[in-house]
């Protein structure tokens, strides 16, 4: 009865192509994240998906798009891979009544 | 324990011995802030929260401390134990917002 899930937990994958990683939450939880977690540990706010309003940071390429097909589930697809993109990606959801998050375990992700 | 500089900031303590992280935060708008732990391989785990109207808030043998003049959080582990070693995070929550800004982290090691 796993909260936060995602798949895979590793991708080891070439530069240029294509790839997905999935989260599910169990929580019934309204908001769901994606965080990027550099070598030093640093956690960066990719995206933030709340009733199907998509808060973006900024910073992350358009090469970056998550996908919800619905409340429990936020994918996220990554568009011609670049050796900068190798980091762990977290999966996390919150309630709308407190903001403490829910992480899942992580996707490492390295490029080669 | 505030995280500055390239390098991930580290605590190492004796088994038993009781340990303080520090973070300093960075909007004096934020009003609810939150501790997470990171062990090695996992996700961050959520600990213990404290709002802007409390300074203390004390959970089992973990003591969060909030100083709004100066804009510091603390984390007070009592009787360090070899399983606390982990790295560890503060959040900041602004009222209204369900998007955290997470700080540098600290790397606690506990030696037996």
């Known amino acids: 009865d796993t909260a936060v899930s995602q798949t895979p937990k590793y991708l080891v994958t070439q530069m240029g192509n294509d790839k997905s990683i999935k989260c599910e939450q169990n929580?019934?939880?309204?908001?769901m994240y994606w965080y990027k977690q550099d070598s030093k540990k640093f956690l960066k706010i990719m995206f933030s998906?709340?009733?199907?309003?998509?808060?973006i940071n900024e910073t992350v390429p358009n090469r970056f798009s998550p996908k919800s097909p619905d409340k429990a589930h936020l994918n996220l697809h990554i568009n011609s891979l670049e050796l900068g993109d190798s980091a762990v990606y977290f999966c996390?959801?919150?309630?709308?009544?407190?903001?403490?998050?829910?992480f899942g375990p992580g996707t490492r992700l390295t490029v080669t | 324990g505030e995280s500055v500089g390239l390098h991930l900031p580290t605590l190492s303590v004796q088994e038993g011995d009781n340990s303080i992280i520090n973070c300093a935060y960075s909007n004096s708008a934020s009003d609810y802030f939150i501790w997470y732990k990171q062990e090695s391989g996992k996700g961050p785990q959520f600990i213990i929260d404290?709002?802007?109207?409390?300074d203390k808030r004390q959970g089992q043998r973990v003591t969060v401390l909030l100083n709004k003049t100066v804009k510091h959080l603390s984390l007070q582990i009592a009787a360090t134990q070899p399983g606390d070693s982990a790295v560890y995070f503060c959040?900041?929550?602004?009222?209204?917002?369900?998007?955290?800004?997470f700080g540098r982290g600290t790397s606690l090691i506990v030696h037996p």
């Open positions: 996390a959801s919150s309630s709308g009544i407190t903001p403490g998050q829910y």
């Open positions: 404290i709002r802007s109207n409390m």
């Open positions: 959040a900041e929550n602004i009222g209204g917002s369900y998007i955290p800004t």
């Open positions: 929580l019934g939880h309204d908001t």
């Open positions: 998906y709340n009733n199907k309003e998509l808060i």
